[in-house]
C-alpha cells in the first residue's frame, strides 16, 4: 500500500509577506502532573 507523500509546508516560503517583530511564548502556565512513587500536581 502506497501512501501520497505529503507536501513540506513548513518549508515553503511564507508568500503573506507579514512583518514579524517577536516569536515565542512568555509566562504560559499549564498543570503537569508528575508520576513518581507518589502522584505530585505542579505547574510548570
Do not use: F, W, Y
Amino acid at each position: 500500500m502506497n501512501a501520497p507523500a505529503l507536501a513540506d509546508v513548513q518549508n515553503a516560503e511564507d508568500q503573506r509577506r507579514l512583518a514579524i517583530d517577536k516569536v515565542g511564548s512568555k509566562a504560559i502556565r499549564h498543570p503537569v502532573r508528575v508520576r513518581d512513587c507518589r502522584s505530585i500536581d505542579t505547574a510548570a
